[in-house]
C-alpha cells in the first residue's frame, strides 16, 4: 500500500501542477491581441489540459480511490476530516473540468472574462489544497 500511496502523492503533485499553472495560461491569453499569441496559447492550453492535467487526474482518482477502498472498510464512519477532505477533492474534480470548458472557450475564441477574473480563478486550488493538506496530516476532526 506504501507503493500506491507514493505514486498517488506524485500525481497529485503533478495534478496541481497543471491546476496551477492552466489558468495562469488563461490569464496571459485572455491579455494577448496578437494571432500567433492566440494559437500559441491554444496549443499550450490544450496540450496541458490533454497531456498532463487529464492522466494526473485519472492516476490520482483511481490511486486515491484504490486507498480509500483500502481503508473505508476499517474506519470511514468515524473520520470525519476525511468526509471533509472528500468534499474538497470533489470541488476540486469540478474546478478541473471547468478548466476544460475554459480550454474549449479559449479554443471557440469565445472568452469574454478579463485577465482580473483568471487571476482570482487561479488562486481557487491553492485554498483547496491547502485545506486537504491540513486535513490530512493534522485531522482534526
Known sequence: MLWVKA???ISVITWFAALFYLPRLFVYHSMTDDEISIKRFKVMERRLY???????????????????YDYAWQ???????LHIKLILV???IAYHFYCGH???????DK??????FYR???EFPT??????IILVVVKPL
Open 102 to 108: 475554459l480550454v474549449r472557450v479559449f479554443a471557440e
Open 111 to 116: 472568452n469574454t472574462r478579463s485577465d482580473r
Open 50 to 68: 490533454q497531456g498532463i492535467m487529464m492522466p494526473s487526474f485519472i492516476i490520482t482518482t483511481l490511486l486515491g480511490s484504490w486507498m480509500l
Open 90 to 92: 470533489l470541488v476540486l
Open 127 to 132: 485554498v483547496l489544497l491547502l485545506g486537504i
Open 75 to 81: 474506519a470511514y464512519s468515524t473520520v470525519h476530516w
Open 120 to 122: 482570482w480563478f487561479n
Open 7 to 9: 505514486f498517488h502523492i
